[in-house]
């Protein structure tokens, strides 16, 4: 189990929004050491169902953010769609006391899935598995190397969640430094209704596989990489999808 103290700190975020009754966004920011450090945004998708909230794609929150997520119910879980995602995971498990859900991934710095686990959720998803969250299910892509999932919430035509798989990244928003401007843009990720290029790269997922998510209906997308796609979001990705 993490330490608290080796947490990862808390960057700067936004305020926390309400996209649909009991759907709630925020977007933050990861730091990527390196020769060029890079820092760009992602987002985290807030669930409220009775009193209780669940984190999916988490981003830690400052004090500030905190306290408006407290002011919108309490802390019961934690969902990880993404085996590169997960490093506040164990922040919201020390705070809240939180059930940690996630895709079949071991929590691990980096690309490395071989380097050694610093947290284990609580329980692994799975296609078949139960949810923390009625009417939504879990669609599986189990062909990538690392774990990976999307959230298919089955209301408002279709609400899919989605990791590094469904990225809407049109430009650099205020969260990206100039590194990550640059080589972001030439590594192909700053494209509207997009496939993650460094997850397609990494995780080498089936093309058979991601073109499936086609046969789901789906009107919107809220993606933890880029601006929400609110509304035909399924013909907007459909051209990618199809071209993979």
């Given amino acids: 189990m993490t330490k608290p103290e080796n947490f990862p700190i808390a960057q700067r975020h936004g305020d926390i929004s309400e996209l649909f009754g009991?759907?709630?966004w925020v977007t933050g920011t990861v730091a990527m050491a390196g020769p060029l450090p890079m820092r760009f945004s992602r987002n985290m998708t807030i669930l409220l169902q009775g009193n209780d909230l669940t984190l999916v794609n988490s981003v830690r929150l400052q004090e500030d953010g905190l306290k408006q997520l407290d002011g919108l119910g309490d802390v019961k879980h934690v969902v990880r769609l993404a085996g590169f995602h997960g490093m506040d995971d164990p922040f919201y498990k020390h705070?809240?006391?939180a059930t940690v859900w996630s895709v079949d991934s071991p929590y691990t710095s980096g690309f490395d899935a071989n380097a050694k686990a610093y947290f284990r959720s609580d329980t692994t998803?799975?296609?078949e598995s139960g949810l923390p969250i009625s009417g939504a299910r879990l669609l599986s892509i189990n062909s990538a190397t690392r774990g990976e999932g999307l959230l298919l919430l089955e209301r408002e035509g279709?609400?899919?969640i989605s990791g590094d798989c469904l990225q809407n990244w049109a430009k650099a928003d205020r969260y990206f430094n100039l590194p990550a401007?640059?080589?972001?843009?030439?590594?192909?990720?700053?494209k509207p209704?997009?496939?993650g290029p460094g997850w397609l790269k990494?995780?080498?997922?089936?093309?058979?596989?991601i073109k499936s998510i086609l046969n789901c209906?789906?009107?919107?997308?809220?993606?933890?990489?880029?601006s929400p796609v609110i509304g035909d979001a399924k013909q907007l990705f459909a051209p990618r999808i199809a071209a993979l």
Avoid: C, Q, S
């Fill in 22 to 24: 009991d759907v709630f």
């Fill in 95 to 97: 705070r809240y006391g």
């Fill in 125 to 127: 998803l799975t296609g």
């Fill in 158 to 160: 279709g609400i899919l």
């Fill in 181 to 190: 401007r640059i080589l972001m843009k030439l590594m192909g990720f700053l």
């Fill in 193 to 195: 209704h997009n496939l």
């Fill in 202 to 209: 990494a995780a080498k997922p089936d093309a058979l596989e």
């Fill in 217 to 226: 209906d789906f009107n919107h997308v809220l993606p933890a990489h880029g």
